[in-house]
């Protein structure tokens, strides 16, 4: 029985292949740079936006950890059907559990992915995370270089989860019956603010780290710098009532990491203390 797992290289990808290889599992991964994936499995070149490039690595695969890319999903499922793929898990967000997402992509996108999936007939499970802590390491140069981090929305509460403790989801709904399905929305097990986690890493580095806030007008410049053309002014406007709802409210919560894994969700103090290296210059 072969698990082949997609977005292999990515922070939740690579956990999943840590967990399922320690598992005793049979695993292969794609990359659309294998060369230099850098994975302990077998490792197929494949690009989800051309599916037709996964007919070799999904060659007797039984089940997939499926990342989300919208241009390839409905081609993947069609192709992983014919190719007898038993159980797709797919990663997916929280915002498609929500309708306070309105039509932001971060929410059509998941549904989109989560529709070919479910119209191919193949077994699913449908991880749906909040925000990854992973999330800070966009902050890493500027602690590194600067000791500190320009921020919008310093305030807005977030829920962020470890990659490991998606992954541990991701494992558990791959190898275990009893979850095909299951729309799982996990979550970290507290509402923190953004503050909060700069604070916290500042802990796990022994540095104290500033934060210098920045004004609306400020914020939308670098959401347009960091999403290119893809950020127009109405997903921009879509991003400050977020983080505006999100600053006004604490971050919703679930406790589904404890019911799935029997043990609580990893916190942000352990996540920074697990990535401390890559905070420190
Ligand atoms: N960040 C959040 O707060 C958050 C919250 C909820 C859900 N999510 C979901 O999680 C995703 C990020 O997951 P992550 O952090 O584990 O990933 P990541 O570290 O951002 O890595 C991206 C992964 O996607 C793969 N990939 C990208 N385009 C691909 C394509 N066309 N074909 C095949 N693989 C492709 C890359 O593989 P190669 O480069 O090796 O080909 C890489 O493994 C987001 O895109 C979103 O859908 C994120």
């Given at each position: 029985m072969t698990i082949l797992v997609t977005g292999a290289t990515g922070n939740v990808g690579r956990c999943v292949i840590t967990q399922l290889v320690d598992a005793g599992a049979s695993v292969r991964a794609t990359s659309r740079n294998p060369q230099s994936a850098g994975l302990p499995v077998d490792v197929r070149a494949a690009d989800l936006e051309k599916p037709e490039s996964f007919d070799s690595a999904l060659e007797?695969?039984?089940?997939v950890f499926l990342f989300p890319n919208p241009a390839g999903a409905q081609g993947f499922a069609e192709l992983a059907k014919a190719k007898g793929v038993k159980r797709i898990v797919l990663l997916s967000s929280q915002a498609a559990a929500h309708?306070?997402?309105?039509?932001?992509p971060v929410r059509t996108v998941h549904l989109a992915v989560e529709a070919a999936v479910e119209r191919s007939g193949i077994d699913w499970t449908f991880l749906r995370p909040g925000g990854f802590a992973t999330n800070t390491l966009f902050w890493a140069e500027s602690i590194k270089q600067e000791g500190l981090v320009r921020l919008p929305f310093a305030d807005a509460n977030v829920n962020p989860i470890h990659e490991a403790d998606i992954a541990a989801v991701a494992v558990k709904a791959l190898l275990?019956?009893?979850?095909?399905g299951a729309a799982y929305e996990l979550t970290g097990p507290e509402s923190i603010s953004q503050r909060g986690q700069v604070s916290l890493i500042g802990a796990a580095v022994g540095r104290e780290i500033e934060v210098v806030d920045l004004s609306v007008a400020e914020a939308k410049a670098l959401w347009a710098q960091q999403f290119g053309g893809f950020a127009d002014g109405k997903i921009l406007d879509g991003m400050v009532k977020l983080y505006e709802n999100a600053t006004a409210r604490a971050a919703d919560l679930t406790t589904v990491v404890q019911e799935v894994l029997g043990r609580p969700a990893r916190t942000f103090a352990e996540w920074a203390t697990d990535h401390k290296a890559d905070f420190t210059a």
């Open positions: 007797g695969v039984e089940k309708e306070s997402y309105g039509d932001s275990e019956d009893g979850h095909v």
